[in-house]
């Protein structure tokens, strides 16, 4: 059996090739053919993983760029999900999972904005990466 960059992938994920072999077989695929196929579906649904793991992570770097706090507390919280799940097989509840954390992610690109303050109920409103500049907001009364 040829190596590919799924296998590589599978194996940064926690997922062995033997596991593999169980998911297709509890599918009830006999034959060889049947056995790639899945094999390929989960490879493929594990880079799908990969690339939702890497894009919340750059997400959380542009989110809260230069806050050493909320970075890194973002950082365990995704890393931790990711590690609470990573031994689930079950391709729906993946899929599941997987809209919650793109969900997740685009949450975080839409609706979280930062603030300094810089003075006495002044706060000055960091934008966005698209809409660059400084926008000062004197709250009513906090």
Do not use: Y
């Amino acid at each position: 059996m040829v190596i590919g960059c799924g296998a590589l992938v599978m194996r940064l994920l926690g997922i062995g090739q033997f596991r593999l072999c169980l998911v297709a077989e509890r599918r009830g695929s006999s034959t060889a053919p049947e056995v790639a196929a899945a094999v390929r579906s989960a490879m493929s649904q594990a880079v799908k993983v990969l690339q939702l793991f890497k894009t919340l992570h750059r997400t959380r770097q542009q989110v809260f760029k230069n806050d050493a706090r909320a970075l890194e507390a973002a950082r365990i919280k995704i890393n931790e999900e990711f590690k609470n799940n990573k031994s689930e097989t079950s391709p729906k509840k993946i899929e599941e999972l997987m809209k919650i954390g793109s969900d997740v992610e685009l949450l975080l690109r839409t609706s979280v904005v930062q603030g300094i303050h810089t003075g006495h109920n002044i706060l000055s409103l960091i934008r966005s990466r698209a809409d660059a500049g400084v926008m000062l907001v004197q709250p009513a009364e906090w």
